[in-house]
T-cell receptor, first 110, second 116 residues
Framework: EDQVTQSPEALRLQEGESSSLNCSYT??????LFWYRQDPGKGPEFLFT???AGEEKEKERLKATLTKKESFLHITAPKPEDSATYLC???????????FGKGTMLLVSP | DAGVIQSPRHEVTEMGQEVTLRCKPI?????LFWYRQTMMRGLELLIY????????DSGMPEDRFSAKMPNASFSTLKIQPSEPRDSAVYFC??????????????FGEGSRLTVL
């Protein structure tokens, strides 16, 4: 059974204080690892796909990295508008569905 | 495009009542997913349709839950009878080819269900 564990559950940062969110996974053959952002009262919104260990993707202040066992979402100099819940998900080879972690709730204070 | 449209946005009902949630996927998308989100369990896949055919319903909790997709532009998730433990936010998502190319699912804004 595919499993995704995210840590920490919640993170509070000051504006400009860089940090990283962790996503540990077990999957029987990884096809892809995905990061989503979810704002309160909204559905998740796609951010990145990573396919192989060593791959990196960047978008504004966010950078996602992947190893064989975990992924990190690095947030550089965050702003209050980066406050959201960040979800990690995995897709196994041969499957079309995603298994999500419970997310990390990020709050960035001005 | 208007995105994935779900209705109702909020539903409050009493235990034992029938609940029907509705979803209109993005035009041209051939895969549709129903997820349920709670604080305790996070986002859980309930059922996945491809080209209107149910492919994976292993996440449907029990016989009280049923889902249909009569055509490419409409899907329903029905709970009958509803129970307090069904209280959650139910999301519909759509994608091309089940997201197999990029894993990019497009989610609706969800239907928040409260069963008293």
């Amino acid at each position: 059974e595919d499993q995704v564990t995210q840590s920490p559950e919640a993170l509070r940062l000051q504006e400009g204080e860089s940090s990283s969110l962790n996503c540990s996974y077990t999957v029987s053959g990884l096809r892809g690892l995905f990061w989503y952002r979810q704002d309160p009262g909204k559905g998740p919104e796609f951010l990145f796909t990573l396919y192989s260990a060593g791959e990196e993707k960047e978008k504004e202040r966010l950078k996602a990295t992947l190893t064989k066992k975990e992924s990190f979402l690095h947030i550089t100099a965050p702003k209050p508008e980066d406050s959201a819940t960040y979800l990690c998900a995995v897709q196994a080879k041969g499957y079309s569905t995603l298994t999500f972690g419970k997310g990390t709730m990020l709050l960035v204070s001005p | 495009d208007a995105g994935v449209i779900q209705s109702p946005r909020h539903e409050v009902t009493e235990m034992g009542q029938e609940v029907t949630l509705r979803c209109k996927p993005i035009s041209g998308h051939n895969s549709l997913f129903w997820y349920r989100q709670t604080m305790m369990r996070g986002l859980e896949l309930l059922i996945y349709f491809n080209n209107n055919v149910p492919i994976d319903d292993s996440g449907m909790p029990e016989d009280r839950f049923s889902a249909k997709m009569p055509n490419a532009s409409f899907s329903t998730l029905k709970i009958q009878p509803s129970e307090p433990r069904d209280s959650a936010v139910y999301f519909c998502a759509s994608s091309l080819s089940g997201g197999a190319n990029t894993g990019e699912l497009f989610f609706g804004e969800g239907s928040r269900l409260t069963v008293l």
